[in-house]
């Protein structure tokens, strides 16, 4: 739904235990009535006096953390963009794998931090609320075992998962590039001087450079050094592209100035420094070197092999010699150690092509050291950064690191998806005085609106701000029908209202309670008003003549849809004197399933496999579905059905297309 444009008027804020903490922007709508798009609801317009949440998550961590990007390089969070991509990862089969996300929103705030420190080293700064995942699954840094700060949070028995901190990526000094273009070209290039014998005159000396690659990430890499030695190289078309084959390009040199050049670039230098190690190996491994589960760098030549053993050692990496079959000698250089090794390669010595180090797929397993060894408060608050990705995580110095997925729907009202989205509630006061006018217009036709569509318009808000009692006045004088979905009982503080609209239109009500049980709801809604409290406003509402059903919403798989739970809502419902009983089976959107899931792993982790098995899509498969509303239509008919909705009053005869006069409105005689 589209917003509405707004202008700020006033900021409030309410020392009370329920408002602490919180900032209500007092806004003015240029309208309220919003166009729903499409035709899958049964309802064209809706009304939403409130935007923002106040039970909102806040996920942090330092802006120098790094993150790792989709080429396989690392980025601080806080240099992050929106577009940028990075890593994330899903569950699939018994594991859960690395695979490529967008990040949708990036925003910052001030919270309280705390170093977090794992047994191989790794540090992390992040807030009390920030979640990582677990050998036990998603927990937040801190949290308490009991009282209201009740929550799964790292302990000295837990192991976060992933490969451990992120190695720090090298400088491209000159001995780096030194190092690249050693193993570059005597992995793959051609470097020859040859004697040219012509009939009938001397001979001549010819010599020739030349490098042809597919991938132009190291062919550009190695011109721009061959260029900062004042060695500049033509780039050419060397193989066009054909049916199965990529097009290959290359640069060369014939002069012998420039040839001897190269040829003493190449030389094995007498004692190599650490950044000619890495320089080399990254070249080596561009030129000669492939990764698809496990990496390795071939070559038949020993003294390639020996400096890349000499190299790979130097720099701490354990690793295996294979001696392939071939008479020609070709011999593997294979690294050791898992992923966590292979990411160290990578950010180690940084190769250029991006293809040769994508981890897309692998999984991700237990075997790193990552056991936490403290949690300690800095006693500071400290800047931090978060993000929204398309997967709900991201790979923050090695572990998995959770973020918020619904703060982006803030950025819409032109504030920023950080504290504003957690902390501004944007109320708009003038809702009633605007709809009056949107009612008025010659161009409104009088169609149904529905409210709590979207946001509830009785959550905790409403009790100090009172919009519902002019929008349903407005909606009354204008004999507008309307119907309101809610999980708030305060609508009861509007019943007189409701019992007066209903005498002139018609109106209907519905109350969300998806169960009963004690535990699953204080698990799932623990913000919301007890289930009971309201089954008993449906009882008051349809008591007093106001329509009101029950959608049995969401019903959770595994968790609220037990036979037993089902039957306790539905004879509730009935007893109440519901007029309708309406299972809706969960969905999960893009968005809720990346918030849903890690909660599901926290609260419920045997049922996360069934879940990811259930909603491969949005929404569970129709034969789920179907069932569902056969096992609670089976028990309306068992349990006696529902009660057929109160008759509209006698004195108010409707016709399809009646808007009513605004009161006070002249008449006129026809």
Known sequence: MAPEPLFEIARRRFDTPEF???????????????????????????????????????YC???????????????????LSVGDEIFGTVRRGAYRRYVKTTVLAHWSTRKPAFHVALADGTELIASGDHRFLTDRGWKHVTGSEWGRERRPHLTLNNKLMGTGGFAPRPIHS??????????????????????????????????GFRLALVDLEALRRSRRYLAELALPMQEFEFQAAGDTTRAVRAIRTGAREEVEAIRELCAWPTEPSLD????????????????????????TNALIIHATASCLRRLGFAFRLERAANPNGLTYVRLLGGLREILRFFLTVDPAITRKRDIEGIAIKGDA????????????????????????????????SHNCFARPTHTYLDMNAGRDFEQKIVVKVNAPEVLRRQLAAKRWKGEGIAMGTNTDPYQRAEGRYRLMPGIIGALTDYRNPFSILTKG???????????????ITDVSTAFSIGTLDEAAWRASEPGTPHPRKRIEAVRALNEAGIPCGVLMAPILPGITDDPRQLREVVAAAIDAGATHVSPILLHLRPGVREEFLPWLAETYPDLLERYEELY????????????????????????????????????FSRSRGDRGVAQGAQLTLV
């Open 616 to 651: 491969r899509k949005p929404y569970a498969p129709a034969a789920e579905r179907d069932a569902l509303g056969r096992r609670v239509s089976g028990l309306i008919r068992s349990l006696g059905g529902v009660r057929p909705a109160p008759a509209p009053p006698a004195r």
């Open 276 to 299: 000619w190690s890495k320089g080399f190996l990254a070249g080596v491994f561009d030129a000669e070197g492939s990764f698809s589960g496990s990496l390795r760098i071939a070559n």
């Open 174 to 207: 000159a001995d780096y590039r030194r190092g690249y273009l050693c193993g570059m070209i005597r992995g793959d290039g051609h470097l020859g001087f040859y004697r040219y014998e012509r009939a009938g005159r001397a001979a001549s000396r010819v010599q």
């Open 489 to 503: 009982t305060l609508i009861l503080r509007d019943l007189e209202l409701l019992v007066e609209a209903a005498h």
């Open 369 to 400: 050291p990552l056991q936490v060894v403290s949690v300690e408060p800095l006693e500071t608050a400290v800047r931090m950064f978060d993000i929204t990705t398309g997967t709900g995580d991201f790979i923050a110095n090695g572990v998995v």
């Open 20 to 58: 602490r903490g919180m900032e209500f922007i007092e806004a003015e709508c240029k309208t309220i009535i919003n166009h729903v798009p499409g035709n899958y609801l049964p309802f064209n317009w809706s009304i939403n006096p409130y935007r923002g949440c106040s039970h909102a998550c806040s």
């Open 61 to 79: 961590v330092r802006g120098s953390t790094p993150i790792l990007m989709g080429d396989g390089r690392t980025k601080p969070i806080a240099d």
